[in-house]
């Protein structure tokens, strides 16, 4: 009964989008959080830092009553006032969101307040709250809070994932797209723009010569590729040697004059080229780390391993989305997004990551 109320809401929601992109025009969703805890809290603090445009948050239904423990945490550390304080923190940093009332009131607050956008966040009476998201005459778009935090930031919630999300959405040999189209258009691609960058080579290394001299104009470093195999990344270097068991930080002194517009530009990573003419390295995917750094943050970051299903990428989502992460609650971060080109992988994906990154480029946010 309850796959049968989903499915019903999932059809009303996707004739919705469909209508609504034929008659054109951008509307901006009025979203209903329904349910309290802890992940309601972090995911209203996540929508101040990066709003949605279609979005707008406008309240809370709760399934608990002040001063008891909230229906997600299990270990009575979030009550229902601490959530309305979150409300209310967030409301004076620009998100208008307000606790509507409790699950009772469900229909009046989605008609009194304009509601097409339910987030369901529950643990209990799960079956009745659908069934009478179901039942509601208007027409809503009824998502977990995981897929609809998904959809909104561009990464997979990493407090979601499990082994069985895993089993369930990615499988080792499971690709959306064929692995050969993607190589051949790797080939093509790293033979194209190394040809373009025939005249940047002489230049950059002329320039590392200069600034350091004490140091090969290649940097060579033995990174973790696809399937947990080690191989040999190549760039052009921009820091000064030593310091190698250090992580790398924006500002890294280390970084000699002209170094940080090489990084910045992409330069330096133009030797990555014959990595993907190698087959090591593809265009688009996670970035490679470290093998030092790979075997810490798998200590302390649940699943960061399965990063390695795919071939590491020039470029990723994460480095576009994200930006600049030099530590192990950065990575933590980076992970998500990392798992979300994971879960939807595809050519337009990569178009998508390879177009973003121009941007990044030419307007130097973002991305190691």
């Known amino acids: 009964m309850l796959d049968a109320a989903v499915a019903m809401l999932a ?54 009553a002040r001063g008891t423990p909230g229906a997600e945490d299990v270990d009575g550390h979030t009550t229902l006032d601490e959530i309305i304080a979150m409300f209310d923190e967030t409301t004076e940093s620009g998100v208008n969101a307000r606790v509507l009332g409790t699950l009772d009131e469900l229909e009046t607050v989605l008609a009194a307040e304009g509601i097409d956008t339910v987030v369901v966040t529950v643990n209990r009476n799960r079956l009745e709250l659908f069934s009478r998201l179901a039942g509601w005459s208007g027409d809503i778009t009824v998502q977990e809070l995981p897929a609809f935090s998904e959809h909104v930031f561009g990464r997979v919630p990493v407090d979601v994932i499990n082994a069985a999300w895993f089993m369930h959405m990615i499988h080792p040999f499971y690709r959306p797209y064929s692995r050969a189209v993607k190589r051949a258009g790797d080939i093509a691609a790293a033979l194209f723009i ?7 080579w002489p230049i950059a290394a002329l320039w590392i010569r200069v600034m350091s001299p004490e140091a090969p104009v290649l940097f060579r470093q033995n990174r973790i590729g696809e399937g947990g195999r080690e191989f040999t990344l190549v760039k052009f270097r921009t820091m000064r040697p030593g310091g190698d068991g250090t992580w790398t930080t924006e500002q890294d002194p280390r970084i000699f004059r002209g170094g940080a517009f090489m990084r910045t530009t992409r330069i330096d990573e133009i030797p990555n080229l014959w990595n993907i003419l190698r087959g090591h390295m593809s265009f688009v995917g996670p970035r490679p780390e470290q093998p030092r750094y790979v075997a810490e943050l798998e200590q302390a970051v649940p699943y ?5 299903m795919v071939k590491p990428g020039l470029t990723g989502w994460a480095q576009v989305r994200l930006g600049y992460t030099d530590s192990v609650d950065g990575a933590a971060n980076k992970l998500g997004y990392e798992l979300y080109y994971l ?15 121009i941007r990044v480029v030419l307007f130097r946010f973002g991305s190691r």
Not at 16 to 41: F, I, Q, W, Y
Not at 194 to 200: C, D, R, S, W, Y
Not at 343 to 357: A, M, N
């Open 343 to 357: 879960k939807h992988q595809s050519l337009f994906l990569d178009f998508v990551i390879f177009v973003e990154t």
């Open 11 to 64: 059809a009303g929601g996707l004739w919705g989008a469909l209508t609504k992109s034929l008659l054109g025009g951008r509307a901006v969703h009025r979203v209903l959080l329904v349910g309290d805890g802890e992940r309601v809290g972090r995911f209203l603090s996540d929508f101040d830092d990066d709003p949605h445009p279609d979005y707008e948050i406008v309240g809370l239904l709760t399934d608990t």
């Open 194 to 200: 190394g040809a373009l960058a025939m005249p940047v």
């Open 304 to 308: 960061y391993q399965r990063r390695h």
